[in-house]
């Protein structure tokens, strides 16, 4: 649902939030921040009603109780990261903003688990954990940005998932409030709990539209004692696909990223200042390759080890080796310059798509010819977590204003459905993606879809528009 303008009820539902939770709380008028208007989505601002900015879980509910008693949807929202358009309100609708529900709220060192604020940025739950000798094995490149419970609601990926598996993997318990206004407070802190219905996996991966995630149970795991990278050059794909088997099989659990950067993402990102690329231009694909271990006097030279037999192998055309954590931080800045894209590129579409690891070459190249032939002069980089079957493109034509989106999108996803592929990896639907879901999920696939929001938001309280 969208809101209806109504001047009176908005008036209401405004007056009653305040008195509820306080003014400090509810920013309305002029007193909305501009940062609450809009997400990293190209969709451009979209004011909301008005901005709450609840700091516990039952100031969450109040306010869902009360926006539901004057028929106004709620929009929620987190680090506002998220590519995809799921935190942008929709007109007549108040935003929800977690930014005050921020804090570790207890780490157990006997389960290995940390519960969790939903507003705490990322990077404070990563050094939260590894100050008391744990890992959060999540990681993103808006990790100072980007909130826990946004990762969760969309089930984030990120740069480990082929060692630590995505978001989803990492929660134990959730506590959520409902559409309604009631609260789940299911906090489980136990790996092994299959006492009836999971119900934590409904709200992780569903955007916001079900419930709002408030408090999280994490899983912790052993911080590494010694981390390996190596930056390759490779022939062709096919040594890709090899490097990647030989990886798995030689690497084993010490394996924690396998990333893939095509011959113009290395190009652009040669020519950015302040990055140093540490092999040269003209190879037909560049690998990071990053372990994990647990004794450096033993793991180190293994993997040292492992890296000489796939350049005896004549998987390699060249490679360097880390000796020190600011090689490994340093090559993984290679990797993380594409967030400065925008300012190097200027307008361009961003993509974050799926597709089955041994046909990724042949949809980059299918593709690349297909803007071509649709956009001639249209630029196209790719790159991503391709031990997880993760491809980013960043896609546009130079000096478009406004870009031909429509055009990008129906080449990008078009060939997405040809292959075999899905449309989103790692970040959502949203409003971005929701005209391509067809392409990847059956009628029957989304019709439960709709059945589960009917039946936990009847009224289309909330995240109204996005998803399905």
């Known amino acids: ?22 003014e400090r709380t509810v920013l309305a008028g002029p007193d909305r921040p501009a940062r609450n208007e809009s997400d990293w989505s190209t969709l451009g601002p979209q004011a909301p009603l008005a901005v709450v900015r609840p700091a516990t879980t039952e100031a969450v509910a109040a306010a869902m109780r009360i926006c539901a008693r004057y028929g106004v949807p709620v929009v929620p929202q987190g680090g506002l990261t998220g590519l995809c358009g799921g935190a ?34 990322l990077q404070v739950v ?31 990926g990120g740069n480990r998932v082929i060692r630590y598996g995505m978001t989803r993997d990492m929660i134990l318990g959730l506590e959520v409030v409902l559409p309604d206004g009631g609260t789940v407070t299911a906090l489980n802190t136990m790996i092994k709990n299959n006492a009836g219905y999971d119900l934590k996996h409904l709200f992780i991966g569903s955007e916001g539209t079900l419930g709002i995630i408030t408090r999280l149970v994490l899983r912790l795991f052993p911080k590494p004692a010694c981390t390996m990278a190596a930056l390759c050059a490779l022939p062709d794909y096919d040594a890709v696909v090899g490097l990647l088997a030989a990886a798995r099989r030689g690497l084993g659990p010490m394996l ?19 990055v140093r690329v540490p092999l040269p231009q003209g190879h037909a694909a560049y690998c990071l390759v990053e372990a994990q271990g647990t004794d450096e006097a033993y793991d180190a030279p293994r993997f040292q080890a492992w890296l000489e037999q796939q350049a005896e192998a004549g998987l390699l055309a060249d490679a360097v080796v880390s000796r020190s954590m600011a090689d490994v931080t340093a090559f993984w800045g290679v990797r993380d310059a594409c967030s400065e894209f925008p300012l190097v590129l200027g307008p361009h579409e961003p993509f974050d798509i799926g597709l089955p690891v041994a046909t990724m070459d042949a949809y980059v190249r299918a593709c690349k010819a297909a803007l071509a032939g649709r956009l001639p002069g249209a630029f196209a980089l790719f790159y991503g977590h391709i031990g997880d079957g993760n491809l980013h493109i ?22 997405v459905r040809e292959f075999g592929g899905t ?38 309280m909330l995240n109204p528009g996005k998803v399905v």
């Open 256 to 274: 924690s990223a396998f990333e893939v950067m095509w011959p113009d993402y290395w190009e652009t990102v040669g020519d950015m200042p302040g």
């Open 394 to 415: 960043v896609a546009g034509l130079k000096g478009a204003h406004p870009q031909p989106k429509d055009v990008i999108q129906e080449v990008v996803y078009g060939l």
């Open 423 to 460: 449309v989103s990896a790692e970040h959502g639907i949203g409003l971005t993606k929701k005209p391509w879901l067809g392409h990847v999920r059956s009628e029957a696939e989304i019709a439960l879809m709709r059945r589960l929001k009917a039946a936990l938001d009847p009224d289309g």
């Open 1 to 22: 649902m969208t809101a209806q303008p109504d001047a009176s009820r908005d008036e209401a539902v405004i007056a009653a939030l305040v008195a509820e939770l306080g």
């Open 126 to 156: 990563q050094q939260a954990a590894d100050e008391a000798g744990f890992l959060v094995p999540l990681d993103l490149g808006a990790r100072g940005s980007c909130a826990i419970g946004g990762n969760a609601s969309t089930n984030a």
């Open 88 to 121: 942008r309100p929709v007109p007549g609708a108040v935003a929800l903003s977690l930014e005050r529900m921020t804090g570790i709220e207890a780490i157990d060192p006997a389960s290995a688990t940390m519960t969790v604020r939903a507003g705490t940025p």
